[in-house]
């Protein structure tokens, strides 16, 4: 018997985590070798268990989900990620592509979809629901977002972006610091060019700023 695909769901609804879990159970192929809530407690159980696959949800509490795809990536060479989530807007889009997750799917797909996804993650191909891919060019040199217009979000560096993320979440310096593993006056060092490359001199509105742009949300 061929050995099965392991997979670790990250969710930080227990109902969509219980559900996606019994579906997936039903396929002889797959087993959920564990579930969690957060994406910290997703890097814990995935440098323990080393699964094929972790299934992401966008939008969890801690440490933000593009980040620990790339500590995932870094320990677990052979696991693939595949984000699962309501959203799909291009700045989400850009960095799973920039992560190089090898799928997306939103959740007004069925679960089938999500068994796809899993498959052919596996098989090294990469799988996105149709309206994610409508916003996706496929080149040579890759895959990139078919929307080309430079926003005010594509002048800051990944590390500009997370702290901007965190920002909105309404988390302090120090907090930021704790959950990135940087020093506090780093952190106000990235909230400085933060302003300054915004345009924006007050942290309530640089705040504001990050949660109309959705970053609240990831």
Not at 142 to 155: I, K, V
Request: aromatic letters at 6%.
């Amino acid at each position: 018997m061929s050995k099965k695909i392991a997979v670790l769901l990250a969710d930080d609804h227990a109902l969509v985590r219980a559900t996606l879990a019994d579906r997936l159970a039903a396929e002889a192929d797959l087993e959920v070798v564990g579930q969690v809530g957060n994406a910290d407690e997703a890097v814990s159980q995935c440098i323990q268990r080393q699964p094929d696959i972790v299934l992401m949800d966008i939008d969890m509490p801690g440490l933000q989900c593009f980040e620990a795809a790339r500590t995932i990536q870094a320990r677990c060479s052979n696991t693939r990620i595949i984000y699962l989530s309501a959203f799909f807007s291009d700045r989400y889009i850009e960095e799973a592509l920039t992560v190089e997750a090898a799928g997306y799917v939103t959740k007004s797909e069925p679960p089938e979809a999500v068994i796809e996804a899993i498959r052919t993650a596996v098989a090294g191909r990469v799988y996105f629901s149709p309206e994610v891919r409508s916003r996706i060019i496929f080149t040579p040199k890759g895959a990139r977002l078919s929307s080309t217009q430079p926003t005010r979000l594509s002048t800051l560096t990944q590390r500009e972006l997370q702290v901007l993320r965190y920002l909105a979440k309404g988390m302090s310096k120090k907090e930021i610091a704790r959950t990135i593993n940087l020093s506090v006056s780093t952190v106000e060092r990235h909230s400085d060019r933060l302003m300054k490359k915004l345009d924006i001199h007050d942290r309530v509105e640089l705040a504001r700023f990050a949660i109309r742009e959705g970053l609240a949300e990831a």
